[in-house]
C-alpha cells in the first residue's frame, strides 16, 4: 500500500486517540485476575513468602524477573523460549477491543511451539507507551504488539532503537519496512453485513430508524460507519441512520447514555463502534443493539449479533515469519477470507440470537450468501464500496462499478493523503453532520 502523509495537525487527534481499544486508568500488568496474569508472575504456591498476598511479595516478582517501572509491571522473558510481549490500551478482560487481543494471545501460547507470551495492559499513549514499549525490548522480547492506533509514534520510535526486536502496530499507517510495521483487518466486511441485518429488524418492526455509535472522526470510523449504512440500504432501502460521537474507545458509563439518547431518540437498531455491550444493554424491549470487538459479548437476548476479531492465526502467522526471519515490517490489510473476523451467529458452531432467527428468509438468505463469497475470497472491502454510492449531501461519491482504493478508505485529504475519493463523506442515508476535523 502505497505510504501517505499525514499534517502535524493529525497529532493533535491522536494524542486523544486509543487505537480502536479505549484508554482506561494505567495499572500494573500484575494487578489480574491470576489464570490470566502474563506467565512471568509466579503461581501463588511458588511465591518464597506463601503467607503473603501475591501483590505484597516483591522479593516474588524480583525473583521472577518481573521489574516496577514507573506505576506499570514489565514482565521477564523465558529462557529457550522465543518471547512475544502485547501492550493494552484497557483492561485485559474488557468485553471488547483488548479482551479479543487477548484472546489472541492465548491462542498463540496454546498452538505456537516454544513461545511465551506476556503483556501490560491499561497503558496510556504518548511517553507512557514509548516506556513500556521500550521496556520489553531492554527485557528481551523478540516480537511486541502494540494494539492502540494511538501507540504509532511511540512504536515507530522503540523499532528504530531496537533493530533486531519485530514491532507491529494496530491500526496504524506508518512502517518502516524492516522492524516495524502495521496490522489491520477489514471490518467493514463485517459491518456491511451487521447493517443488512439491522436494516432487516428495522423494516420487520415497522420502525425505519436506526442509531450509530461513533468513536473518533478518523477514517477507520467513518469508513465502518458507512459499511454498516450501505449494509442497512441493501435491506431497508427507506431506513435511516443517526450519529452519535462519544470521543472514547472504553467507557461503559458514556457509551450506554449514547446508546440510550438514540433510542430515545426513535431508533429501533444501534450499532457500536466502541468496545462495550452497551447498545445491548441500553436497548428497551422491542428494540436490538449490536455488540462489537469480542465473540463473546452478545449474551443479551437484545443483541442481535457482534462483529468479532479472530487475531490469534494472524498473530501466530507473524510470530513465525518472525522467528524465520522472513517477517518484514509493511502495512497488512486482511479480508474475511483470513478467518480473522466473524460475524456472531452466523459462523461454524453459533446458533443465531433470537431476535436474528426470525428475520425474512430472503434477508438471512443475503447475509448467508454474501458472508460465503467473503470467506471464499470473492467479495472484499471494494465490493462493499463499489459504486453506486451517493454522499448525503446529493453528491455522486461512485459512479456504477467503480470502487475504491486502500488509500481512499484509510485517509482524510485535510490530513495530507493523497487519497482521490477519500473516505470523508456519511453516505445518503445517514442523517448526520460530517465530524469537524481540527
Not at 223 to 239: I, Y
Not at 273 to 297: F, H, L, Q, R, V
Not at 334 to 342: I, N, T
Not at 346 to 371: N, R, S
Request: hydrophobic share 40%.
Amino acid at each position: 500500500m502505497k505510504r501517505f502523509v499525514w499534517l502535524a495537525v493529525l497529532g493533535l487527534i491522536m494524542a486523544l486517540l486509543a487505537g480502536c481499544g479505549g484508554a482506561a486508568p494505567a495499572q500494573p500488568a500484575a494487578e489480574q485476575p491470576k489464570a490470566e496474569a502474563p506467565a512471568a508472575e509466579q503461581p501463588k504456591e511458588e511465591a518464597p513468602a506463601a503467607e503473603q498476598p501475591k501483590e505484597e511479595a516483591p522479593a516474588a516478582a524480583e525473583e521472577a524477573g518481573t521489574t516496577t517501572e514507573g506505576k506499570y509491571q514489565i514482565p521477564a522473558i523465558e529462557d529457550g523460549k522465543y518471547n512475544v510481549a502485547f501492550v493494552y490500551v484497557g483492561p485485559h478482560d474488557d468485553g471488547g477491543w483488548t479482551q479479543a487481543h487477548d484472546v489472541g494471545r492465548m491462542y498463540v501460547e496454546q498452538n505456537v511451539e516454544s513461545v511465551h507470551t506476556a503483556y501490560v495492559e491499561n497503558v496510556a499513549e504518548g511517553a507512557d507507551a514509548e516506556q513500556v514499549i521500550r521496556s520489553l525490548a531492554r527485557k528481551g522480547f523478540d516480537v511486541i504488539f502494540t494494539t492502540s492506533f494511538g501507540y504509532m509514534d511511540a512504536s515507530e520510535i522503540v523499532a528504530d532503537e531496537f533493530p533486531d526486536v519485530d514491532i507491529i502496530h494496530l491500526t496504524g499507517f506508518k512502517a518502516n519496512g524492516a522492524n516495524f510495521g502495521n496490522l489491520m483487518g477489514a471490518m467493514e466486511d463485517i459491518k456491511f453485513l451487521a447493517g443488512m441485518l439491522a436494516g432487516s429488524r428495522a423494516k420487520m418492526d415497522g420502525n425505519p430508524k436506526l442509531g450509530y455509535i461513533a468513536t473518533f472522526p478518523i477514517p477507520e470510523e467513518l469508513r465502518l460507519g458507512n459499511a454498516f449504512a450501505l449494509g442497512v440500504q441493501k435491506t431497508c432501502p427507506e431506513c435511516t441512520v443517526d450519529v452519535r460521537w462519544i470521543f472514547t474507545w472504553h467507557d461503559p458509563i458514556v457509551e450506554k447514555e449514547a446508546a440510550s439518547s438514540l433510542f430515545d431518540g426513535g431508533a429501533q437498531v444501534v450499532m457500536t463502534g466502541a468496545d462495550t455491550p452497551a447498545p445491548a444493554e441500553a436497548a428497551p424491549e422491542g428494540k436490538w443493539g449490536i455488540t462489537y470487538d469480542y465473540s463473546g459479548n452478545c449474551t443479551n437476548p437484545k443483541c442481535l449479533t457482534s462483529m468479532y476479531w479472530n487475531w490469534g492465526p494472524e498473530y501466530a502467522r507473524i510470530i513465525e515469519a518472525s522467528r524465520e526471519g522472513t517477517w518484514k515490517g509493511g502495512w497488512e490489510y486482511f479480508d474475511a477470507d483470513s478467518g480473522a473476523l466473524g460475524l456472531y451467529g452466523f459462523m461454524e458452531g453459533e446458533k443465531m440470537q433470537p431476535g436474528v432467527a426470525e428475520l425474512p428468509a430472503e434477508d438471512l438468505t443475503l447475509v448467508k450468501d454474501t458472508l460465503d463469497k467473503m470467506l471464499k475470497g470473492e467479495f472484499t472491502r471494494f465490493d462493499v464500496f463499489k459504486g453506486p454510492i451517493k454522499d448525503n449531501q446529493g453528491n455522486v461519491v461512485l459512479e456504477d462499478g467503480v470502487s475504491l482504493e486502500q488509500l481512499d478508505l484509510d485517509g482524510f485529504k485535510q490530513f495530507g493523503s493523497e487519497c482521490k475519493t477519500c473516505m470523508y463523506w456519511w453516505n445518503e442515508n445517514i442523517t448526520a453532520e460530517l465530524p469537524e476535523l481540527q
